[in-house]
């Protein structure tokens, strides 16, 4: 074994060893320790922000982009919002000691299932360092040890952050390694992670679609899938177009590389002549490329659109892509059949959304159409454990197991049967 | 691709396209097939038995084992057990269209969770035909379309039975795929299979560790780990000794086969000398082999049981061994703290058994041993979806993601959230 794997395996065993204690601390205990995290990330402010300028020189120095850059910086009033959620979990409700099914059965044996942690969760994520704060401190909430590991441009920054939260909870009371950081920046160092199955009970990447996809490919730890969104926006023929029109440029616009973007809207070819134009001019002011089908560049090149600079044609890949980036894909549909079936065919199964004002219709979409979330009459954007009311998120999970759609707390635990006799025995 | 990878790829993808209709079936339709798919049973019985032999006649002709002749014969009574088990499901509520949670939003949206079907479940199992009506079932009253796949020993029973109730579920207005098998006997089949993600929704092994341990390592498809059960009873020193000798009897010696059997016995050394002797010469009587510890060798000599004949000495490898056969391994511990520590550190988190007379000693078990199952005072044979009042059981899960323990109609969902709204955007 490398050296390398033998200190991720290391650190997991640590946590693993960490999880069993950590599962017995009571709501009161592990809030305590919210609290402590919170306050030494504000008192630590200064290390974090030194640390996080040694990454955001070597980040300028390789000529990163400015979007990046701006995900990557850290100043005090970023840290003191990672501090405030910190405190913000310890309102909501302890997701452990849940009773969720009691009973007597036939011979008297008392049955209860009891909400427990999952035990080790690892995130693997890329350049954000809050998500350094946020992972650990909805692991810490749900009883679970923490394995973080954060991408190699904010090395400095996940590394500060994570041992000012790890000394803090230990100091607090909680069993030392209930958060370890994977400090390597070699990517290896996921790939070791994958294969400890027994040690690791769940691996969370958050980040690509290529590091998803090698995740799920790889792992022998259980994955939950997370983020990669091709979202759709679904114009009825019976559609409020002014709220369609509001509906998309939301969806689209609000912000460009998050996973609830519409990546592709889809058309009534009834209303098509009437809705498009205006909505392209919209989209044009914004900047976005479109990407038209036959009719839909037929009514823009009517509209005054110029192809290669307005527009381009679409092809069968822009179906599938998820641009993340101010360009939008449009097919124009013969109703909510085919659209379902272009939504199922191509989605991802995160956010969908018809805008029709006949409810027969959006019912059809809302049961057919397989994700996450279904929207009727309101945007894609919506989709977010803060906006959902879960008051935290870990990730929005794409697959159908275990957790679905933005997940937190309630994501990261799994249950006990626990059985009381009085010297039972099955014939 | 290979022609057999072009099969199972075809199979999967005509299952995936009826899993979309099958989803909108009302349960009053569902269980209309599956009585159905009971009464075809019962008109076949006599072209399965027929099949059956001849799976019967090419095991014996391979001096195949008699245990295993056994669970492989199919007779009348059988047929109507697996037909009997299929009306039983019907009585079971609907797990589909649950709403498990239902709120207004602070814009006016309404946000519903709906339970819905994971989609498409491979089931992948070894001799007992039983299975595939079993897993028949439990997926279409769930909503999800099957895939079986059978071993090779029952390869003409499993293809019988699949017909039959493929084409009653169809003849009752299922649509077509909604239960297909995989009738290849090449081990390939199944590594296709777990190739298949995005196709194939959850992939449930059945079997010997072996074929779990692969399925786990090479799948792309999530899998839910079921049945290894390396389980333990514990005799604390406070124990009533004679139940104690009834439940570790039981555990043990109900059925070897099974994976809720014990396969260690842990006795606290302030009992050993008296809780021993007596249990040993039970356990002798039933022709158990023992895997003794060098305290619990010492007592076994000194009631005159003999080395090599009554008992060997227990290695390393023994904690770990499930032996699914007349033998047992026995160690003695200084206590529950020892004795939590030998489960968690060898046990497949299954089932595990305290016994004790002491409530706080049992607590501290039940809390800290981490398995599916815990009991106290009773013995771990109770581990079994029918047992624990679920109705039915597609396997017993040993990880903790998605389900855990005996699991059945709720383990095969998912959920959907649908929001509603009259236009809203996001800021």
């Not at 910086?73 to 979990?89: F, K, N, T, V």
């Not at 009517?302 to 179906?319: C, H, N, R, S």
């Amino acid at each position: 074994m490398t050296e390398l794997a033998t200190q991720v395996r290391e650190i997991a065993q640590a946590a693993r060893t960490a999880s069993a204690e950590l599962a017995l601390k009571t709501a009161d205990e592990r809030n305590r320790a919210l609290r402590a995290m919170a306050a030494a990330l504000r008192e630590n402010t200064p290390q974090i922000i030194q640390a996080n300028q040694q990454d955001m020189e070597a980040a300028r120095a390789k000529g990163t982009k400015e979007s990046l850059l701006d995900r990557l910086m850290l100043d005090e009033g970023r840290i003191e919002s990672m501090a405030s959620a910190l405190e913000e979990l310890c309102d909501l409700p302890d997701p452990l000691g849940q009773v969720q099914e009691e009973r007597t059965l036939y011979n008297g044996m008392e049955l209860k299932r009891v909400s427990v942690p999952l035990g080790v969760v690892a995130v693997v994520y890329e350049a954000r360092p809050n998500v350094t704060a946020d992972a650990a401190g909805i692991c810490l909430k749900s009883g679970n040890a923490a394995v973080l590991r954060g991408g190699s441009l904010a090395a400095h920054s996940n590394q500060a952050v994570a041992s000012v939260l790890a000394r803090a909870a230990e100091g607090a009371g909680m069993p030392a390694n209930s958060i370890c950081a994977i400090t390597s920046t070699d990517r290896a160092a996921t790939d070791e992670l994958m294969q400890l199955h027994g040690v690791v009970d769940v691996l969370i990447p958050r980040g690509g679609a290529g590091l998803i996809r090698h995740c799920v490919e790889h792992s022998k730890v259980p994955v939950i899938e997370t983020g990669t969104g091709n979202c759709h926006v679904y114009v009825h023929a019976d559609a409020d177009l002014d709220m369609a029109r509001g509906i998309i440029m939301n969806a689209k616009c609000r912000r460009y590389g998050v996973c609830n973007a519409a990546e592709t809207l889809l058309v009534d070819a009834a209303v098509a002549a009437e809705f498009l134009p205006p909505t392209f001019a919209e989209l044009r002011q914004k900047g976005v490329l479109l990407h038209l089908d036959q009719a839909a560049a037929q009514v823009a090149l009517g509209a005054g659109l110029k192809q290669g600079e307005d527009f381009v044609p679409a092809t069968e890949e822009d179906w599938a892509n998820e641009y993340l980036a101010p360009e939008l894909a449009v097919r124009t549909v013969e109703g909510v059949g085919q659209a379902i079936e272009h939504v199922n065919a191509y989605g991802t199964m995160h956010s969908e959304a018809i805008v029709t004002a006949d409810p027969q219709v959006a019912e059809e979409f809302l049961n057919r159409v397989d994700a996450a979330a279904v929207y009727w009459n309101a945007s894609t954007a919506f989709t977010d454990g803060g906006q959902f009311g879960l008051g935290a998120e870990i990730g929005i999970s794409t697959q159908k197991l275990h957790a679905r759609g933005p997940f937190a707390l309630e994501g990261l635990t799994s249950h006990k049967y626990q059985l009381r006799g009085t010297g039972q025995v099955r014939s």
